[in-house]
């Protein structure tokens, strides 16, 4: 089985009126202010998904500041898995801003059928991951409902890019200090987080962190799977970051990488089994 872990869907009408969601989050202006920045619906989606052969995603919408915006995107991304419950898992997106509220659109959404919190975007919410004291309640509905939580990170060092931000590793260890027992995944490879586990302190601390692979093409070369799977290889979770990357070049940079038959199973899909609950509790 593959599944991608990461996967942004988009509502008809964002995709269709990009230009007015513009004005109303300085973040996605920065993002999909280029008519050329690619945002995909569900059907958009599911085509990807066939050709390249996936056969499951998680899915989420965009990490809005606005409540509003988080719970359209989020009741979008319901309907998407009530018409595809086979393929699609669904994320939660939230603001941490909102405090109460935040926890409220959670137990809504988990009770309706979704199985993790995020894609959270600490920059563009404008908040901060090592908040403790913000963070708390959105870690305490996640050891509740045993999910994971998922957050942007990147590299502290290296090429600029829209949306790069500074959820670096430093910031998500201070995270995984004040809250060991959740479950983590950290996008676009932790922002190098894993090579750190090599210190034993390191290792120790982020037991419970997984690293997706979102973007891997535009970030690293094909040796990184290798690499990291020596290094954490139960915990690398594939990911495209669609419709920035279409999961055929994924899959193949990742068939091509010298990972072995096994690794390769256990990237491109056996790890996400483990780590989503909500599969084992459906049988899957």
Known sequence: MIIDFHVHLFPPEVVAQRER?????????LLYANP?????TVEDLIQAMDEAGVDKAVVFGFSWCDVGLCIETNDYTLDAMR???ERLIGFCNVNPNTGEHAVREIRRCVEAGMCGIGELMPNGQGFSLDDTELMAPIAAAARAYDIPIMTHTSEPIGHDYAGKGTVSPRVVYRFVQAFPEIKLVCSHWGGGLPFYELMPEVRRAMQNVY???AASPLLYDARIFPLMYELVGHK???????ALIHPRRLIAQIRESGLSEEAQ???LGENARRLLTCLGARGE
Not at 21 to 29: H, I, S, V, Y
Not at 36 to 40: G, L
Request: proline residues 7%; charged residues 25%.
């Open 21 to 29: 969601f513009l004005e109303r989050d300085p973040w996605f202006n």
């Open 36 to 40: 050329k920045a690619a945002m995909a």
């Open 236 to 242: 690398i979770l594939f990911a495209t970051d669609f």
């Open 83 to 85: 018409r595809y419950p």
């Open 265 to 267: 199973r256990a990237v």
């Open 211 to 213: 690293y997706d692979t």
